[in-house]
């Protein structure tokens, strides 16, 4: 850990991320990551393990985070998501 983020951190959060297996269960330790969608705390997230995806999202070309958190998830579907009344397959 460090108490002064670097300058190009300046206006993003980071956030601890805990990956989670399917049913929910964790997987592995908890991570640090950069935070490019204005997550809140308890929130699913989309996290980004590619080191270029934060200078995507910043725009700055020599910022490199191990996560991003990409995106907030409404709602996450694994496997057949189920039929809505009267839809045909």
Not at 10 to 16: N, P, Q, R, S, T
Not at 20 to 40: E, H, K, M, T, Y
């Amino acid at each position: 850990m460090s108490t002064v983020k670097d300058r190009g951190f300046h206006g993003y959060k980071l956030m601890i991320v805990e990956f989670v297996n399917p049913d929910g269960s964790p997987d592995g330790a908890r991570q640090i990551a950069l935070d490019a969608a204005d997550a809140g705390i308890g929130d699913t997230v989309l996290v980004n393990i590619d080191g270029g995806a934060a200078n995507m999202f910043t725009g700055d070309r020599e910022l490199i985070a191990d996560y991003t958190i990409c995106g907030v998830l409404d709602s996450v579907t694994i496997g057949t998501p189920p039929r809505q009344k009267g839809a045909t397959p």
